[in-house]
Structure formats: C-alpha cells, structure tokens
Nanobody, 115 residues
Framework: QVQLLESGGGLVQPGGSLKLACVVSENIFNFNAVGWHRQAPGNERDFVASINVGGKTQYTDAVKDRFTISRDGVKKTVYLQMNNLKPEDTTVYYC?????????WGQGTQVTVST
C-alpha cells in the first residue's frame, strides 16, 4: 500500500514562508505525477501544484509565482516551497501521487497564515 507522509505545516505570519515535505513509500518516478492539493473547511479538495514524471510542473493560478514544487528522487520526497503566504492560503494541505487512474493521498498538514 502506497503511503504518503506530509510534514512542515504550521503557523506563519502573512508574507512569511513555509516548506512542506512529503515522503512517499515508493519510488516517486513510479507515479505519473506527484503533487499537492488543499482543502478548506466545507470545501472540496482543490489542486495546488504538481510535477510529472518528466519534470513538468503545474500550478493553480492562485499560487503561481509564490509556490514552487520540487522533488528529490533519492529521498523519495516531494516539496512545496510556499512564499509570500496570505491568510487565504490557510487550510489543510495534502500530498498526492497519481498512477494511471488512481490517486493516493497523505493525511494532510495544517497551514495557518495569521497575525
């Protein structure tokens, strides 16, 4: 069973930075893409960013130029560097890994942007 374990969430002031990490139990290049979603209370999980097996990255418009997704194959880890954080970025962030038509999810890590 594929497991994804996120870390790096926390409380940060507006304009601050956080770096999320997601350790995957398998070789990340086994997946078509790995990435991040987020879910605010009462909302569905929304796409944030992804990186495919070829290294192509995608971002939702709300985080372009502020967030950067990267990966380390040796460490089987996916990162999300989040800069210039805004209060509206406050939510739970989930790591995801896609293979064919299946998506695996981590347990989530809370990010809170507040004074």
């Amino acid at each position: 069973q594929v497991q994804l374990l996120e870390s790096g969430g926390g409380l940060v002031q507006p304009g601050g930075s956080l770096k999320l990490a997601c350790v995957v139990s398998e070789n990340i290049f086994n997946f078509n893409a790995v990435g991040w979603h987020r879910q605010a209370p009462g909302n569905e999980r929304d796409f944030v960013a992804s990186i495919n097996v070829g290294g192509k990255t995608q971002y939702t418009d709300a985080v372009k130029d502020r967030f950067t997704i990267s990966r380390d194959g040796v460490k089987k880890t996916v990162y999300l560097q989040m800069n210039n954080l805004k209060p509206e970025d406050t939510t739970v962030y989930y790591c995801t890994a896609n293979i064919l038509n299946k998506r695996y999810w981590g347990q989530g890590t809370q990010v809170t942007v507040s004074t």
